[in-house]
């Protein structure tokens, strides 16, 4: 595949962030990359200090030095953004992709390489699986009365059912 090591890099960089927004980050950059929409990721997490110093860049007196961040306070530090580069395609495809795993692109004219995490769903737990429900049904049912004990009766007759009891 073109760009093997960038879609290597781009993933390694991903284990920087929360943990429970990776998921929806590598199935993202991984789509991308499957469709032939090459971008490469600069930055996921940055220190304080690091948006500290960056900060000071544009802002200290230098001659001809424009800024290169807006804010003190980015998202970069809570694990929850990442700056991403298209090799091939448009930032609007990259968009399209991401919107279904609720990573945002909040700032298309002030920082268009930077999308966000805060709205990424985490992870479903893993199902339960009928033997434990019939445990906690059962258990539930010695203090229930009336349309609770009804309901649980109901319940537990379904999932021995299911399990073949
Ligand atoms: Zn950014």
Known sequence: ???AD?????LAKGQELRPDVQGAYTAWVQECFAAGLYFRVTETYRTQERQNEL???GRRGIAGEQPV???LYSNHTLR????C?????????LIVRATP???THPLPTLDPPHFEFLNVKPP???PVDPQTQLTWAQNALRWAVGLRRAVLLRMIDRLKKLLGQ
């Open 1 to 3: 595949m073109p760009y």
């Open 6 to 10: 960038t879609l290597q890099d781009n």
């Open 55 to 57: 900060y000071k860049v």
């Open 69 to 71: 961040t807006w804010t």
């Open 80 to 83: 929850l953004a990442a700056d």
């Open 85 to 93: 580069y298209p090799i091939t395609g448009t930032l609007n495809d």
């Open 101 to 103: 795993y609720g990573i």
């Open 124 to 126: 479903a737990p893993p």
